[in-house]
């Protein structure tokens, strides 16, 4: 062992040289990994953080979730994989900590959460230059159809909790804080109902909602997100030639975002240093100043900022950085557990979900378990209550089971435990068996939406196909399918969202996913984490 | 009793310790040197205080003068006197005067307390926050310059249900009200409500008696706060962050800004044009008591009250000190302009007066 001692010693100096020399980059000696749990309106500042990653040797990862989801996993304590969170508002921490792991926490940048509403569409409206449009005005208007609303779900997204918030609020008569009583008031309730109910496209996240506009824009008039999304997504609508969206700040029900960056107390001193070193740079002058460019509120102090640059700042699409912001308060932890509450199981607009099962040969074993697990958190009361997937007295689930053929669907309604039991008794029975012909099944599953066109009131739910499959199909059908998607009259209006086990084929999803607006999870190690997106685009 | 007499029995009594402490150095000159011996001492401190450990001067006095290895861990100032475990804590170093009868209460081995800072709770305003209440007489300019607030007055809009729109003419939602960390959880928020017990109280400290009609009122105030953050730390960079809107006034220590301004001094401008701060009248301290445990405490309120790390604590992180007969010279603060003397100042209720106030508004 002694005779190691000089050796290392030796090598050591080696080393030393090595770097002293400049002949290897010195690394202010940081090192590790840093892996991040971010709300996804932060994607555009993806790149700078890899950039501090690369320049300091920390292998840097962020992780997208919902703020809730981000919420759920501090519950956890230290035990979770994240070594930090970047939630959209502190709130979330403040309620999600009952461990206290969070330390650290520094607000990295600010937005308020606004409506974009296609310029022509405000231009229309007369709403162009005003400071006093109200959360009425705008349920009014969407109302009668005067455009098409589109927000995240509140049960999963924090810009779609902050618009509710502000519709309760606003609609609630502008109390002074928020109060159980509130909430409990049938005439608030039914306001916000019929609110809600004008909603056409829903998410699980800020940034895909922004990313589906930006896509598809003759699918969407209006969008509640954050004033940085919808400065993005006009970046990106200017490019394509379309027009950019006008931002109105409501005057009466606004909130901001404050996304806090905090450190997850894991006990590990060199992941700490690499952390508050990465949020010393993030606040630091000139990143902060790069902030503002991306259509960020930035600096230390206020939310105004002179000098901002109008290419991004820019007064043609509304945005207006020295208009003066005044927020509603924040109700304490009770009112908002119960707000969320009442919104999943009463107020949000109700959903109507065909679930499409494959249960075929490959599905032996594993992924059907899988399967059987997923539709148990939806269907067992519980279960769904914990993880804020409680189905409403108005949602319809329909179950449509299928191999080369498929099974007969099985229409559930509303949330008695009695009929969602039956309902999962029915899906642990299923048995894997057979070929696999999914795009027969989905074309089942618009003929099972049929009715609900027919009688006018399929667009009275956020209707959606959620296929779980881990298998490559059969395409036999596949024109047929496409086809009936575009012809229909409503095919291209239903997402058609995949939750993928195992070795599903990807691009036919892919393909079914672009020519509906849905989107694909993957089943992976985090099923009812996919789940509660695939319910949240919904 | 009146003041001089109190005044005359505190300096006997500092005259009797400092003769008796003489008395037992003279008395073994061998001690001295054993006293240099390094010792760890390990402690409970409120955040408040977390920047001037971190100090590194301050911990160079602490560890090469006085040769003593800190163990110091952050906690609550309320509960690391009540509720947390302070089993093998030589010192509690809590932010408030309270927790020494708390610690007391708690069956705590309370053996001394020495009041090692002082900082006065003052609010932070927006310049038109301070412009709007300065319209409305309850702020005004003190012939130094230093804006006060009359908090009889204050007070007065609070009962009153003033609100910012329509009776201040600030574009701020809802009512009038200062915003403050939680009570129960936070020493800034928890001295907030001594104070406004105080207030609300016709400007008479409260005793238990006062107690029933009091805390409804106490309780409906802070009800209508909604969701109160946990950390004055947290609520201070909200306010700077959020903007008017959101916090138009907060309740701080004044040593906050010292410290913002000693790490950020590049806004100096920017919140001298922005941001005002208003001592109210009267005010209460937030002290620092330093909490002796065990004899192996000694030695650390040795090091704390050494005249240097004192000038370190004033100078750059505006702790005015908690030691009778010295006084704080403001131009030794380069950071932000201080006034010399907060002199109207009330104590904090009792402690089991607090602990009915923080019990009704949990």
Redesign the interface.
């Not at chain 1, 600096?299 to 105004?304: E, K, S």
């Given at each position: 062992m002694k005779r190691l001692i000089p050796i290392v010693a030796v090598a050591l100096l080696a080393i030393a040289v090595v770097f002293g020399s400049g002949i290897i980059p010195q690394q202010n000696g940081l090192r590790g990994n840093l892996h991040i749990v971010s709300g996804s309106e932060n994607k555009a500042l993806e790149p700078i953080i890899a950039e501090w990653g690369n320049e300091n040797g920390v292998d840097v990862k962020v992780t997208y979730k919902g703020s809730v989801d981000i919420s759920r996993i501090l519950g956890e304590g230290a035990e979770g994989e994240f070594d930090a969170v970047w939630p959209a508002n502190?709130?979330w921490i403040?309620l999600g900590d009952t461990q206290k792991v969070v330390k650290h926490?520094?607000?990295i940048l600010?937005s308020p959460v606004v409506l974009g509403l296609r310029r022509p569409i405000a231009e229309r409206l007369g709403w162009v230059g005003r400071d006093d449009i109200t959360v009425q005005m705008i349920q009014e208007a969407a109302s009668a159809d005067k455009f098409r609303l589109s927000m995240t779900s509140a049960t999963q997204s924090n810009s779609g909790a902050s618009a509710y918030f502000g519709f309760l609020y606003a609609l609630g008569d502008?109390p002074?804080?928020?109060t159980l009583d509130d909430l409990g008031d049938e005439a608030l309730q039914d306001k916000v109902r019929d609110l809600l109910a004008q909603v056409d496209r829903s998410s699980g996240s800020s940034g895909w909602l922004k990313d589906s506009l930006v896509a598809n824009p003759r699918a969407f008039d209006a969008m509640f997100n954050y004033e940085a999304l919808v400065i993005e997504a006009n970046q990106a609508l200017v490019a394509s030639g379309q027009d950019p969206l006008y931002v109105i700040y409501p005057a009466n029900g606004l909130s901001?975002a404050?996304s806090p960056l905090g450190y997850v107390n894991k006990g590990n001193a060199e992941t700490e240093e690499a952390f508050l070193n990465l949020q010393a740079h993030l606040l630091s002058?000139p990143v902060q100043d790069q902030l503002v460019a991306l259509g960020r509120r930035a600096?230390?102090?206020?939310?105004?900022a002179d000098n901002a640059d109008t290419a991004v700042w820019n007064p043609e699409w509304g945005v207006d950085l020295n208009r003066?912001?005044?927020?509603?308060?924040?109700?304490?932890?009770a009112?908002?557990g119960e707000a969320l509450r009442l919104y999943q199981s009463e107020l949000r607009k109700p959903s109507l979900t065909v679930w499409v099962l494959d249960v075929s040969g490959s599905m032996e074993g594993e992924p059907l378990d899988q399967l059987k697990a997923a539709m148990g958190l939806l269907l067992d009361a519980e279960a769904a209550a914990v993880n804020l997937l409680q189905p409403s007295s108005r949602d319809i689930n329909i179950l449509l089971a299928f191999n080369h053929e498929h099974l007969p669907p099985e229409t559930y309604k509303g949330a008695e435990p009695a009929a969602l039991r039956q309902a999962l008794n029915t899906v642990q029975g299923l048995q894997a068996g057979g070929g696999t012909d999914l795009y027969a099944a989905l074309w089942y599953a618009l003929e099972a939406l049929e009715p609900y066109h027919a009688d006018g009131t399929l667009f009275d739910y956020l209707p959606a196909i959620v296929a779980m499959t881990d298998g490559a199909s059969d395409t036999i059908n596949r024109d047929l399918l496409l086809r009936t998607l575009e012809t229909n009259g409503f095919g291209s209006d239903v997402p058609i969202h995949a939750i993928a086990f195992g070795a599903a084929d990807e691009t036919q999803l892919k393909e079914l996913n672009e020519a509906t607006i849905g989107r694909q999870f993957s089943a992976g190690s985090d099923l009812a984490g996919a789940l509660r997106k695939a319910k949240g685009y919904n | 009793m009146n003041r001089s007499i109190i005044g005359l029995i505190i300096l006997l009594v500092v005259a009797g310790l400092a003769a008796g402490i003489s008395f037992l150095d003279l008395s073994s000159l061998t001690r001295q040197v054993e006293r240099r011996d390094p010792v760890e001492v390990s402690i409970f401190y409120g955040g408040e205080k977390s920047a001037l450990l971190k100090n590194p001067q301050v911990a160079e006095i602490i560890e090469n003068r006085y040769k003593i290895t800190l163990n110091a861990s952050k906690a609550g100032s309320v509960e690391m006197v009540t509720t947390l475990d302070s089993t093998g804590r030589h010192c509690l170093w809590p932010s408030n005067m309270v927790a020494v009868e708390l610690a007391r209460l708690s069956g705590k081995p309370v053996k001394s307390d020495e009041t090692i800072f002082n900082s006065p709770i003052v609010f932070y305003a927006w310049s038109d926050v301070a412009d709007a209440l300065t319209s409305a007489g309850v702020v005004a300019k003190r012939n130094d310059g230093f804006l006060t607030a009359d908090v009889q007055a204050l007070g007065k809009l609070i009962e009153d249900g003033a609100r910012w729109k329509e009776d201040l003419g600030l574009n701020i939602y809802g009512p009038f009200k200062v915003f403050s960390t939680h009570p129960a959880k936070s020493n800034s928020g928890n001295i907030w409500s001594g104070l406004l017990a105080t207030v609300l109280n016709g400007g008479d400290v409260p005793t238990e008696e006062s107690l029933p009609t009091l805390l409804p009122r106490i309780e409906d105030y802070f009800a209508a706060m909604g969701h109160m953050e946990a950390s004055s730390g947290d609520i201070f960079e909200n306010f700077l962050k959020q903007g008017m809107g959101a916090r138009p006034i907060i309740v701080g220590y004044e040593n906050q800004l010292v410290e913002f301004l000693n790490e950020n001094a590049n806004f100096a401008d920017l919140i001298k044009s922005k941001i005002r701060v208003i001592y109210p009248e009267p005010t209460v301290f937030a002290s620092h008591p330093l909490i002796s445990l065990s004899p192996v405490c000694d030695r650390l309120k040795e090091a704390l009250i050494d005249p240097d790390l004192q000038a370190i604590a004033w100078a750059q992180h505006g702790f005015r000190t908690g030691l009778i007969g010295v006084e704080n010279d403001p131009s030794e603060i380069k950071a932000a302009a201080l006034p010399d003397t907060v002199s109207l100042v009330v104590p904090m209720p009792a402690a089991g007066v607090m602990q009915r106030v923080i019990a009704a508004v949990r």
């Open positions: 502190s709130l403040e926490r520094e607000s600010r502008n002074d804080v928020l901001v404050d002058d600096g230390l102090i206020g939310l105004a003066a912001i005044a927020p509603i308060p924040t109700p304490d932890a009112v908002i | -």
